[in-house]
């Protein structure tokens, strides 16, 4: 997740470089992008029954934040306008903080809404999928007559 905003946040500023006052509905298209992401995801996580994810997107947006602000100071100064090290400090703070924010709302949304789901049960009349054979049981050895003599 980090990477992934990251990625779309260097997008942006790419693009502001083009048109610096037109960007706002694709800034709002690109957040509505990355909530439904989240929540899409956790959701996947929830109905699977994920052990712990609950814990997991919590420690994922704490992570992701600092991680793609660092990662967006770098792929803005590579790519867009060489921004120097003073990005860094308003990125991992700021930006860290609305970022793990747009990852743990959504996700707690998507957990919520993933574990109501019911999975679906496995349908018995499939013809791809035949049912588990039992072994069949071995008959009792017979005993063997008693020798005549």
Do not use: C, N
């Not at 997107?57 to 792929?75: F, H, M, Q």
């Not at 809404?113 to 999928?129: K, T």
């Amino acid at each position: 997740m980090a990477v992934l905003h990251a990625l779309v946040e260097v997008a942006l500023a790419k693009a502001t470089v083009y048109d610096p006052t037109g960007l706002t509905t694709a800034r709002i298209a690109v957040i509505a992008l990355l909530v439904g992401i989240a929540a899409l995801w956790s959701a996947l996580d929830a109905w699977r029954r994920l052990a712990g994810a609950g814990r997991i997107w919590l420690i994922a947006s704490l992570v992701a934040g600092p991680v793609s602000g660092v990662l967006y100071v770098i792929g803005r100064a590579v790519f867009v306008d060489r921004t120097g090290a003073d990005e860094l400090w308003p990125a991992v703070t700021g930006g860290a903080a609305f970022t793990a924010l747009l990852i743990l709302v959504p996700a707690g949304l998507g957990l919520f809404a993933g574990g109501r789901v019911q999975r679906p049960a496995p349908d018995e009349d499939e013809p791809g999928e035949r049912p588990a054979r039992r072994p069949r049981p071995r008959p009792a050895p017979r005993p063997r007559p008693a020798a005549e003599d």
